[in-house]
Structures are given as C-alpha cells and as structure tokens.
C-alpha cells in the first residue's frame, strides 16, 4: 500500500558481514555499547528536498568535513530503543512509536527537522530485520536501535543548519549493569545541573549528556554508579539520573515520580511504569519530591524503596545514596519488592510472556 509520509529505501547488503562462527561469538557476552551489527541506516534531509536518499548499507565510517556544524554547535538528538526476542520466537519492538514521536519532539526543541513517523518505523524495522542474526543468546539480550540525526552542513555561521544526517546503527546488548546488578549507589550532585528551565532537558540531545558527565565521573569517583540530578533553580527537588527516570515507594505502596516540567527526559519506560502500578491498584503520584525529604523518609522508613527506569538498563533498584552530607540507605539497601515486581510485570510483556493489554508490543517477523 502506498504512503505518502514513507520513504523509497535502496538497501545494499554487506558483502563481507562478520562470519558466522566469529558473530556468535560475539554475541555469547555483548556487553552493552561494545558490539554493532553488519549494516546501518542513513537518510539526508535538505533544506530544499526535505527527507531523501534513504540507504540500508554496509555500516562503516563516515566521511566529515570540519566544518559540520554539528562539531561545533552540537545540534544532535537520539534515540534509545530495544528490538526483543518473544518467547515464540518473533521478534517485537516495544512502543516504537512512542520513540519516533519524542525524536520529533527532541527536534522540534533543537530547531532540527521533524523525520515522519513512518520514515522512523520504517527505518529502525528495516535494520532489525537486515541484522536479525545479530540477536544475543544471552539471558536478557536484546539488540538495542540507535537512531540519531546531526546538523551535516559545512557552515561555520551560528543558526539552525540547513542539512542533516539520520542515522539509526544497532548493538547487541546484554544487562547494562554489569553485576545483573541487585542494587545501584547513586551520588547526589550538588555542584553541577543537567537542565535548567527553558533549557533542553525534556530533548534527548546528546549535549545534555555532554552536561552530565563530569558530574558521573565525581560519582565514580565516590564509589557510586551512577549520579542523581536536583533542579537547577533551587538544588533540592529530585529530578532524575543522567540517563533514567526516578520512583520512589512508599510504605503504603504509594509511588512518586518526578512531574515533567520540562527538565525531566519523558521516559516511555516511566509512562509505562505508571500505567503498569495503577493496574496494580496502586496510587501513583507525579509530584515534586525533595532531597530532605527522600532522606527523611528513607530514615524513618516511610520511603522502602526507590528505582530507576529507562530502556538500557529497564528497572533498577538503588539501594543508597551518598552525597558530601552523608549517605543513607533505602529500606535493607538490596533490590525493592515491588521495583522487582513492576520490572516482572514489564519485561513480561516485552518478553511476549503476559497479555499485552495496551497494544505495547509491535511485532516485527
Ligand atoms: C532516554 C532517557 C531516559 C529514559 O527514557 P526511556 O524512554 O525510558 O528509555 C531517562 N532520562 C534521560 C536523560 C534519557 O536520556
């Protein structure tokens, strides 16, 4: 069937794809980030033909004059996405739409142009299916999609670029935290901001991770795995990690999460935690949640646990925080009851292994 937003793709295999023997090995411990597949998606937009030359091919590198805007002024935006072995064997994408919609958002924000909706499901399925053996063996493994669009034109002059690159490359993925982690330390920032108001904190834009790792490398630096944001105006609401989104549990099985105010990254893995725990019954509050506070209930044990969520890493119990005032720990300081049983309840429709109520999962092949 014809579509008028779809984009004509000229697709040119590999011809000397990683050999078999070689790939599965590989593909026995992938790691997270390490390892990519055979072939890549490129798409150019201009400024006088829009969205064209649509290409799967061989992944390799590619040719950048210096003066490509996006060295410069850093007008690039991602995605982070998950292709999924189901139990019967199919492979499903979850919630792909939902991925090419906050792309379009993340555009909009950076005064980048807007890839149609279809033209990204279009171009992350056809990679999946291209790269279908690239799939890890491992428990837990899926192979993670990376689209990522940036300003290509060769201009020096400070404005919105006339000419740009999307991309969409895709990694073989086992857990992202390397211990099957049971449960996370997260240091308190008290130096540094990951967004401000008005600013790009609801874009995923890699220059907002650019912002945050100096303050990932203190946490580090501290014993912790990963660092925890507050807002920018006041220092003392919590906002999220440099890459997920915040829960916290209370004793009477209430959660609070961060509203998105604009310098919170909408998470699709915290929409869905939220429609998950209200199908659980429980009462699930966006609001604004303070570090004297998260202290004061983890000490009291009003707050049991706390989690992170987002693609990469799904679900993840942080069991203490740290920061130069002193560190506390949540509940027994191990994984959460209910952050495992909302991370089951997730996985398991990912995974095809529960009713899929929402039309979540979009199977591919
Ligand atoms: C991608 C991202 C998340 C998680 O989003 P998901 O859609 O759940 O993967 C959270 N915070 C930041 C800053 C992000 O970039």
């Not at 790939?23 to 201009?46: C, Q, Y």
């Not at 056809?126 to 201009?155: C, N």
């Not at 549990?249 to 509203?259: C, R, W």
Request: charged share 25%.
């Amino acid at each position: 069937m014809a579509n008028a937003k779809a984009l004509e793709f000229t697709i040119e295999r590999n011809s000397a794809p990683v050999e078999a023997n070689e790939r599965a090995k590989l593909l026995e411990n992938p790691g997270f980030g390490n390892l990519f597949t055979d072939h890549m998606v490129v798409i150019r937009w201009s400024e006088n033909l829009g969205w064209h030359d649509a290409n799967i091919k061989k992944r390799g590198p590619i040719q950048m004059n210096p003066a490509s805007s996006v060295l410069h002024y850093a007008q690039e935006i991602f995605e982070g996405m998950k292709a999924y072995r189901l139990a019967d064997g199919s492979t499903a994408l979850f919630r792909p739409e939902e991925n090419a919609k906050r792309f379009q958002a993340s555009a909009r924000r950076m005064a980048m142009p807007e890839l149609p909706v279809e033209v990204f499901l279009q171009s992350v399925e056809k990679l999946v299916e291209i790269d279908r053996d690239w799939f890890p063996s491992v428990d837990g493994g899926s192979l993670y999609l990376r689209p990522f669009m940036f300003a290509s034109e060769v201009f020096l002059g400070v404005r919105p670029a006339k000419e740009y690159l999307y991309m969409v490359i895709a990694s073989p993925a086992g857990e992202y935290f390397k211990s099957g982690a049971t449960a996370v330390t997260i240091w308190v920032s008290e130096d540094y901001s990951r967004a401000a108001p008005g600013g790009t904190g609801a874009a995923k834009c890699g220059g907002n991770y650019a912002a945050s790792l100096v303050a990932q490398a203190e946490a580090i630096e501290q014993h912790c795995d990963q660092v925890v944001f507050l807002d920018a105006a006041e220092r003392r609401w919590v906002e999220e990690l440099g890459g997920m989104n915040l829960f916290f549990v209370m004793d009477d099985g209430k959660l609070i999460t961060p509203p998105l105010s604009g310098t919170i990254l909408p998470g699709i893995t915290r929409e869905s935690i939220i429609v998950l725990a209200r199908e659980e019954g429980l009462e699930v509050s966006e609001e604004p949640y303070s570090i004297e506070q998260w202290r004061g209930d983890a000490t009291s044990g009003k707050l049991v646990e706390t989690f992170a969520c987002g693609t990469a890493a799904v679900v993840t119990s942080v069991g203490m925080v740290k920061s130069r005032h002193g560190e506390f720990t949540i509940g027994s300081g191990g994984p959460g009851q209910l952050t495992e049983k909302l991370k089951s309840r997730l996985v398991d429709i990912q995974r095809g292994l529960s009713e899929d109520r929402h039309d979540w999962v979009k199977r591919l092949f």
